[in-house]
């Protein structure tokens, strides 16, 4: 299965234009959060990228909440897209889970849609083996290093990566690590970016 990843566009228009262009190589398109800017611009963004007639599965990322994300999708009237945090859906026998928001609990202050570690536990619980994980945060020590160099990511995220071993994980958030990817043992781990990137996985077995 062909997926167009993608994350972080913070209101970027045309970044969104280009990426209702791409979809059209892809089977699905899921998409990792911030598709605002400090909780504004979100429905700005999703009407460009109402577009995508391809299945879309989304998660928000700190700068929208999984309601404003939600609100966005109708009012946009984008009806291929689902937004998922703490839920899952199916898609031609492919499980996807998706968990949003800032993990653990970023620095920004009031406007960010965050969670903490123990917070994020319970979000997570429904990822099921060899499926796609849609979260907004990187695992822990993955694609997950800031402009110092520090790691940012999430040490929930990363134990049920580590136990259950989703195929795919998809993230954002950590802008100096856009288009990275690593793996963890079978699992491979990609932080999007703005850009978009066309992966393809094996979902049919090992």
């Not at 690590?177 to 699992?187: F, H, N």
Request: aromatic share 6%.
């Amino acid at each position: 299965m062909k997926f167009l990843c993608f994350s972080d566009l913070h209101r970027n228009g045309e970044a969104a234009a280009k990426l209702v262009e791409l979809s059209q190589g892809a089977d699905v398109v899921i998409g990792a959060g911030d598709f605002a800017t400090r909780r504004e611009g979100v429905e700005d963004t999703l009407e460009v990228l109402s577009s995508i007639t391809k299945p879309a599965i989304l998660v928000p990322g700190n700068g929208e909440s999984a309601s404003e994300l939600e609100k966005a999708v109708r009012v946009a009237k984008w009806k291929s897209a689902m937004v998922l945090h703490g839920t899952g859906c199916v898609f031609e026998g492919v499980e996807f889970w998706g968990v949003g928001g800032g993990i653990p609990v970023t620095p920004f202050g009031d406007w960010s849609y965050d969670f903490s570690e123990a917070e994020a536990g319970p979000l997570l619980a429904g990822c099921k083996p060899d499926s796609v994980l849609v979260v907004h945060s990187p695992p822990l020590d993955t694609v997950d290093h800031d402009s110092t160099g520090q790691i940012r990511g999430s040490q929930a995220i990363r134990e049920v990566v580590e136990t259950v071993q989703p195929k795919l994980v998809v993230c954002g958030h950590i802008h100096s690590d856009w288009e990275k990817q690593c793996r963890i043992a079978k699992t491979q781990v990609l932080n999007a970016g703005p850009r978009g990137v066309l992966i393809e996985i094996d979902v049919t077995g090992d």
